[in-house]
């Protein structure tokens, strides 16, 4: 019929988190310290919640560390540039959607500060777009010390240029080009000596031996997750029984069965947290048992995906637990993440052993045959491009 107006019905499913769900979730990218000061605030406001007597702590399977090369780390309380610009961020009135992409962006920066993290990686973890990560980047960016979140030395700087010499942006960008020339104007150095270009060493000096862990690798070898005196709690019987009593006022009764509800809640996300933890860390510490028994040169390929599967989760639930969690080691303290890489590193150990050894007359394609007779097969551009990085060329 021409002109007719057609309605039409369509179904769409939707999933939303429930608050449970949301608070598990959250518990769950908490460090030990902010999960302590997490459920001592829940025992103080929900009178429904006791505190019980220590039990067992958590522990994870046997590993195959070598007891031998275990150290002590020392416990240094001091500020670490992720702890500075968490606490930043809790300042600067972001909120919501944005703040949680603003942490999740703190959680990629290396010790300089720069962002190193993966971007559609993070499109695929978050949900979030492209765009939208990229402008939480930039709120990064914007926070004390400025500069922290940029990809580059020239974003680096021309964040921190307006706190400095405002309207020159155009002026720095022009000399930001000479610069690799190495002719810059007098005015520019004297810019340049105002700015930082590595804004993250401030505080990522102390990073290696700061620090409250979340897992060790204790003595006898055992993954384990630290309680890190975080009470343990329990359900108030006496409020289960209010809940109950018909002899009380309806509205007494409501009360007491939701604190009850929560009280449940809560205790139910804790443990999911702990034995989540414990997982996840068993399985992201087993996958690299060169590295804690042999050092960094044999870091492998382990991603947040291969880990997710072996701990039959997704990689979101990785990737929050990974956050601002710090593993002790045998190789010092280390943040969990840095058990994760995307490609492998023992390759390029005999690679260079193959160059040291073999004399500089040898051409990448012989290289790449006894690649391949390691068993570390790699094609001569490969071979080329490495050689060149680990500046043994012919």
């Known amino acids: 019929m021409s002109g007719a107006f057609v309605q039409s019905r369509r179904q769409t499913q939707s999933q939303s988190l429930s608050p449970a769900m949301w608070m598990g979730l959250n518990m769950l990218s908490m460090p030990i310290a902010e999960l302590k000061e ?3 605030r829940e025992i103080e406001t929900n009178p429904a919640v006791e505190e019980s007597p220590p039990s067992v702590r958590y522990r994870a399977s046997r590993s195959s560390v070598d007891p031998s090369l275990l150290e002590n780390v020392a416990d240094v309380s001091e500020e670490t540039l992720e702890e500075h610009l968490l606490g930043e961020l809790r300042m600067s009135g972001i909120a919501g959607r944005e703040r949680e992409l603003c942490e999740r962006i703190i959680g990629e920066l290396d ?3 720069r962002f190193t993290g993966s971007l559609p990686d993070l499109v695929m973890i978050t949900g979030a777009s492209a765009d939208e990560i990229d ?4 709120m990064v960016m914007r926070l004390d010390p400025a500069g922290c979140g940029a990809i580059n030395l020239e974003e680096c700087l021309l964040s921190q240029i307006d706190r400095v010499s405002v309207d020159r942006r155009d002026f720095f960008r022009d000399e930001m080009k000479r610069l690799q020339t190495g002719k810059v104007s007098p005015e520019m150095v004297a810019i ?5 270009p590595f804004p993250g060493k401030l505080y990522s000096a102390r990073k290696a031996d700061f620090v409250n862990a979340d897992i060790t ?6 993954v384990e997750v630290e309680s890190g005196g975080v009470p343990e709690i329990s359900v108030s019987p006496k409020y289960v029984e ?3 009593d018909r002899t009380l006022d309806a509205e007494t009764r409501r009360y007491a069965a939701e604190r009850v509800r929560h009280a449940r809640e809560f205790a139910a996300a804790l443990d999911k947290r702990m034995r989540t933890m414990e997982n996840i860390a068993r399985f992201a510490v087993e996958g690299q048992r060169d590295f804690l028994e042999k050092g960094s040169d044999f870091l492998a390929r382990q991603t947040m995906g291969e880990v997710a599967r072996k701990a039959k989760c997704n990689i979101a639930t990785v990737s929050r637990a990974a956050a601002r969690k710090y593993v002790k080691t045998p190789r010092g303290t280390l943040p969990l993440r840095a058990f994760f890489r995307r490609t492998a590193q023992a390759p390029l150990v005999k690679l260079k052993e193959i160059l ?3 004399g500089a007359g040898i051409s990448d394609r012989e290289v ?5 007779e390691a068993g570390c097969p790699m094609a001569r551009r490969t071979v080329a491009k490495y050689r060149k990085r680990l500046g043994l060329r012919t």
């Open 368 to 372: 790449s045959v006894l690649m391949g």
């Open 217 to 222: 690798v204790d003595e006898d070898g055992t």
């Open 38 to 40: 997490a459920v001592r």
């Open 135 to 138: 402008n939480a980047r930039r």
């Open 356 to 358: 040291e050894t073999s």
């Open 242 to 244: 209010m809940a109950r």
């Open 111 to 113: 010790e300089n500060g």
């Open 192 to 196: 340049l000596k105002k700015l930082d």
